[in-house]
């Protein structure tokens, strides 16, 4: 039985008969095919995580190898800083945010500049939204009110004494073009101040109330800046620092976190594509083939047109499943199959009479 099934899926004299099956059983086999494609990734990708700290993926390497800091280590337990609840907490009472830095030289001799920063009060978000409001208030709900409101934040970390008003004039008198393009050329280092070294590599971590902010090198070797990126914690994220017994605990806690991070996004974005190539794509192909052949042809509806490539799918998906394993980003392997091989039995159904 098995045997007569494979055959009805290559001899087209057999597989003519499933232009009749239920059009639900056809959009059954292409959701199956679907699931069982991203499998191999899936898998993959998870067992990749410590090629992607050799590969810096990230920068991750230079927090993977943070050598130990005693000094700075110690400075953070008296924050007692925890993740509860998806929030980060501390035993400190003061509203204003910690700052943490130090320095180490890693086995490639490359000095690497790590900055901490623990804002659990979000004294940085909180003040901006305050002097929104103030400008909001002021100018009425001017359009330029959130570039304003960040690029006043970062002059009155540099300068305690601004007068926001002066301040709001002149920025005021910018176009939106160059508040926009000013805005775009800071990082995080400038919403707390920082001037990092540009002849070292620079980390610097962000610990908000319920996320964190990663700010990854200023500079690469062409001198493009680099954007930050910003999760919020998780169930998953077991951070504590009483826990932990070296500053490169931290740093291993902080790399996997990212990894699951970088994971997550990744097999989203393979998700994506496989919905693209697996249930997109061969409805396209499927309307080009029926308005070619709907005419000329022994198959006249797209129903029969889409049965046809259901049941043809089934040989490309094992194909591809197979190679997936080998070779993760081979997706649009399948797209290429299906549409030969569809195309191919087409011609051949296509060509047997009715009375066959």
């Keep these: 039985m098995i045997v007569e099934f494979f055959k009805s899926l290559v001899i087209p004299i057999k597989l003519k008969k499933y232009r009749y099956m239920s059009i639900l059983i056809a959009l059954a086999i292409f ?10 990734f899936r898998v993959t ?33 008296q924050g ?4 509860k609840e998806n929030e980060m907490n501390t035993t400190f009472t003061e509203n204003k945010y910690q700052y943490y830095y130090f320095s180490y030289v890693n086995d490639e001799e490359k000095t690497i500049d790590v900055h901490l920063v623990f804002d659990t009060n979000n004294v940085r978000i909180n003040t901006i ?41 002149e920025l005021k008198e ?47 070797e062409d001198e493009v800046k680099y954007p930050s990126a910003n ?16 500053i490169n605990d931290l740093g291993k806690k902080m790399t996997y976190d990212l990894l699951n991070h970088q994971t997550a996004y990744l097999k989203n974005q393979y998700t994506f594509q496989a919905i693209i190539y697996v249930i997109l794509y061969p409805i396209l192909i499927i309307l080009i083939m029926w308005l070619f052949f709907r005419k000329s042809g022994v198959l006249k509806t797209f129903k029969e047109y889409y049965n046809i490539a259901a049941i043809t799918s089934i040989i490309p998906t094992l194909i591809t499943f197979v190679i997936l ?27 047997i009479p009715d009375n066959v």
Excluded: C
């Excluded at 959701?31 to 191999?40: A, G, R, T």
């Excluded at 007692?80 to 993740?83: E, K």
């Excluded at 540009?198 to 700010?215: A, G, M, T, V």
């Design 80 to 83: 007692n800083y925890q993740i």
């Design 231 to 246: 999760f919020r914690y998780t169930k998953d994220f077991d951070f504590d620092v009483k826990k932990m017994t070296s």
């Design 325 to 351: 394993w080998f070779y993760p980003q081979g997706l649009a392997f399948y797209g290429m199959l299906l549409a030969i091989y569809y195309i191919f039995i087409l011609y051949r159904v296509n060509a």
């Design 129 to 169: 939204e305050d002097i929104k409001k103030e400008y909001d208030d002021t100018y009425e709900n001017d359009a330029k009110a959130t570039n304003i409101a960040h690029l006043t934040y970062i002059e009155e970390q540099k300068n305690p004494e601004l007068d926001r008003k002066d301040y709001f004039e």
């Design 31 to 40: 959701i199956i095919s679907f699931y069982l494609l991203i499998i191999p």
């Design 174 to 220: 910018l176009s939106d073009e160059k508040l926009k393009e000013r805005l775009e050329n800071t990082t995080l280092f400038d919403y707390f101040n920082i001037s990092p070294d540009e002849e070292h590599e620079n980390l610097l971590i962000i610990f908000n109330k319920e996320s964190y902010d990663y700010q990854i090198p200023l500079y690469e």
């Design 45 to 77: 990708i998870n067992d990749k995580k410590d090629d992607f700290i050799q590969e810096n993926v990230l920068y991750v390497k230079y927090l993977y190898e943070i050598k130990n800091n005693e000094e700075t280590f110690q400075e953070l337990k």
